[in-house]
């Protein structure tokens, strides 16, 4: 495989093809964080951002290439039992690979924009559906802070009514599993691993810390290519 082509799978977050049959199947790599460690502190540590990209999330992308090499193996065998059985590590991990993955895009050191409010037309999206940023702010925090279990909270955007909307996911799902159209512009991780080396039990205060890293731009670039 060329170098070019090589590098272009890296970006996209694939791994290798593992070759069971006529289709290729696709695996998936660990991103690089487009940030150092450390360089989201003081409002989230160097030491939970390295943990938790390259224990956690890299746990997601091997367990999700185990599972995925499996069913592929049990597709050419039908197997169908076991393509059941294998659905729900596939969930999980896939949603776990693809929800951190949107998770690092979404945080930005301060000195790089972290922080800075949206400007854009998705600035004045917010205050139409919300009221205000502030309101909004305090809507996903209260609903991260509410959230029972491990979870995300998200703000996404309805591109069938071109809607904003705020959702909690449980576990690893995805966006996505609430409903078809939504696309996500912001999610916060509110699993124990994402603040309680820092918070302990103060969840609030990660959910109140972490939009002082928030990559609104992310989001707006987001919104802007879904409503130009
Ligand atoms: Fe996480």
Known sequence: MALRSLATRKAIGL????????????TVTLPDLPYDYSALEPAI??????LHHQKHHQAYVTNYNKAVEQLFQALNKVDTSTVVQLQ????FNGGGHVNHSIFWKNLAPVH???????????GWAIDTHFGSLEAL??????EGAAL???GWVWLGLDTEFKRLVVETTANQDPLV??????????????WEHAYYLQYKNVKPDYLKNIWNVM????ASDVYQKECP
Do not use: C, F
């Open 177 to 190: 599993t609430k409903a078809p159209t939504l696309v996500p512009l912001l999610g916060i991780d509110v």
């Open 45 to 50: 540590s160097g030491e939970i951002m390295q």
């Open 137 to 142: 702010i305090q809507k996903m925090s209260a």
């Open 148 to 150: 029972q279990g491990s």
């Open 215 to 218: 990559n609104w731009k992310y």
């Open 88 to 91: 729900g590590a596939i969930k």
């Open 112 to 122: 790089e924009g972290g922080g800075e409010p949206p400007h854009s037309s998705l």
């Open 15 to 26: 791994g290798k093809s593992v070759g069971l049959g006529l289709r290729g199947l696709q």
